[in-house]
């Protein structure tokens, strides 16, 4: 596997005539995940104890193809809240999982310990940005907005306020579309190949969605960014202006 300091010391971009392809990570882990049934040992409810998810994704070594709907073996268990063209892939970034280990006292939480698809190397929410397009191999994906943290992450871990923690941190994750379909692999470059909009990081975004950012002028700005879903484009001026969603049930396309 090729480790992301070989990738740093290498060429750093390579230049075509019509664009400049910058790498700038590597895909550390791939995971998958099918619906299993699981049950959570703290909860004093019969119903709540037993729930059916596919968040427990684990990490496979094998080439798997990136189909535009999803990736070779993961299947979604909600196909209500999950599934759409612009969710196909959820990435997360490798840097975050020391600093969780250490502030949870849980060195287990590793590679897909977020629900991630693809754990990133080099790539941050600080660092990726809306309608980025990035080649893995031949696959191309976009990235289209960050993950909204839901309950599925606490009760994966049955960590009381680990959901809200991930929203105060800005550590969510973000989605992508697939552009192109290919073989994906741990180890592979991730290469920038298309930033149109380098100001409008998923960051940002997360500051604006989480209370965090009151610009509402520069909030209004991102919202006419035609790359971010239509849900963040309402969601983000409603937050700058301190205003709680309007209707609770339209969270359900992004979370």
Known sequence: MISYEEAATAEKAIRSETVTITRVGILQSVQVGTPQRYLTASATDGMERSWETSFFRVPSA???????????????????????????????????????????????I???????????????????????IYAIGEAQIQVTGPRYPCWKI?????????????????????????????????GMFVTLIERPYPEW?????????????????????????PLLHEWWQRLVVQRAMGR??????SLSPLI
Not at 78 to 105: C, F, M, R, V
Not at 202 to 223: G, Q
């Open 154 to 186: 606490e009760r994966r871990w049955d960590i009381e306020g680990l959901t809200a923690r991930v929203a105060e941190t800005g550590c969510t994750g973000w989605f992508c579309r697939v552009m192109r379909e290919g073989m994906v692999e741990q």
């Open 62 to 108: 094998q080439p798997r193809w990136l189909y535009t709907t999803h990736l070779e073996g993961n299947t979604q268990a909600d196909t209500k809240n999950h599934g759409q063209l612009s969710q196909a892939i959820l990435l997360y970034a490798a840097a975050h999982y020391p600093i969780w280990q250490a502030e949870l006292n849980r060195p287990e």
């Open 110 to 132: 590793g590679p897909g310990g977020f629900g991630e698809n693809f754990t990133v190397d080099g790539l941050t929410e600080a660092t990726a940005c809306i309608g980025d």
């Open 244 to 249: 709680p969603l309007q209707s609770p049930g």
């Open 201 to 225: 990081t998923i960051a940002l975004t997360n500051d604006f969605v989480h209370f965090r950012n009151e610009d509402v002028a520069k909030a209004k700005a991102l919202a006419a960014c």
